[in-house]
């Protein structure tokens, strides 16, 4: 898909999470181009740089870029006995009340509660110590 992002973020590969539009883009003539595809909360990456620049004035710079993105595939710790390559399975985060150094991989951004995935890798069986005690992997998610 294509969407705008601001020219001095433009890097082929570069990942962000859309966390929402500003108030100035509901009456901008770009939004169906540069929002209205993107879906609040998500992981994206992009793909390829389009030769096409905007004025903008939410972002810095003043100009956007055309960028072809897609979903991101995202890493995560999940339960041990769900993992298997090529499978689908549905993400739930764990239940787990401690912010530990691996937080961010049992509550990834871009995935949501509930979402589809199929596991793309399994990169094995976490070593560190769980709080929780939680038998985890650490995977490489596509959100279907």
Not at 85 to 107: K, M
Not at 132 to 140: C, T
């Amino acid at each position: 898909m294509i969407t705008l992002i601001g020219k001095n973020l433009a890097k082929k590969n570069m990942s962000f999470v859309f966390q929402g539009s500003a108030e100035e883009c509901e009456s901008c003539r770009f939004k169906a181009t540069c929002i209205d595809s993107l879906e609040e909360g998500r992981k994206y990456v992009i793909k390829n740089i389009k030769d096409i620049e905007q004025k903008c004035n939410v972002h810095d710079g003043g100009l956007v870029q055309a960028v072809e993105v897609e979903q991101a595939d995202i890493e995560a710790f999940i339960d041990s006995k769900k993992v298997f390559e090529g499978s689908t399975t549905i993400y739930n985060a764990p239940n787990c009340d401690i912010h530990c150094v691996f937080h961010d991989l049992c509550f990834p951004e871009g995935l949501l509660a509930k979402d589809k995935c199929t596991i793309v890798k399994d990169l094995g069986k976490h070593n560190g110590a769980c709080g929780k005690d939680f038998s985890l992997s650490k995977v490489i998610l596509h959100i279907e």
